[in-house]
């Protein structure tokens, strides 16, 4: 079966060890966590763990499964990259120097969109949002022309394409079940 790269959205509380949970999920399919980020949801007292990982459709189906079944998780989904909308951000630290005696520095920033988050008399902090082609593409061209203090790159982040997040559909079914139980326990 072909591997390619999916992105699993899981929603739950925010409970301790529940990301040592999901990472063991991981482990015993032999999957590795390309990237993780997690974060509060637009719903409140819900949190939304980002996980890419490269497997086939018939593995990824069977983890989302898996995750499903844990107490702590409301749901989960998996999705490929048409399906979604995703950024991750990256940060470089450069020796100010450098950047300066750089004749292309405009064209850098110009080509890679870059913005320059701090600038002192050592080093310059520059961000790039975008996709890993074009962070990594920036960390590059960095490296070619000069030494790469420090770097680092976030995990993915992501929101579906549908109009609304699949969760609240799920909630709502919920809500309206409780209603149902308790309307007709009285």
């Known amino acids: 079966m072909e591997k390619k790269l999916y992105t699993i959205i ?7 060890g529940l990301l040592n949970q ?3 999920i991981f482990t015993r399919r032999g999957l590795n966590i ?13 949190h939304k763990f980002t996980i890419t990982t490269y497997t086939d459709e018939n593995t990824i189906e069977k983890v989302v499964k898996q995750i ?10 998996y999705n490929t990259d048409e399906e979604l909308v995703y950024q991750e951000i990256a940060l470089y630290k450069i020796s100010t120097d ?13 080509k890679y ?3 320059i988050l701090e600038m002192t008399k050592n080093c310059v902090v520059l961000e790039k949002t975008g996709h890993y082609n074009e962070t990594q593409g920036l ?16 995990g993915r982040i992501a929101i579906t394409k549908s109009k609304i997040e699949r969760l609240s559909d799920i909630l709502e079914k919920y809500e309206e079940r409780w209603k149902k139980t308790v309307n007709h326990g009285e």
């Open 68 to 77: 499903d079944k844990r107490v702590d998780i409301i749901k989960s989904f």
């Open 22 to 24: 999901i990472s063991i």
């Open 139 to 154: 960390f590059d061209e960095l490296s070619q022309k000069m030494k790469v203090l420090q770097f680092i790159r976030s």
């Open 10 to 16: 899981i929603f739950s509380e925010n409970h301790v």
């Open 98 to 110: 450098d950047f300066i005696a750089l004749e292309s520095s405009e064209e850098l920033i110009r």
């Open 113 to 115: 969109n870059i913005r």
């Open 34 to 46: 390309e990237t993780l980020s997690v974060s509060p949801s637009a719903l409140e007292g819900i």
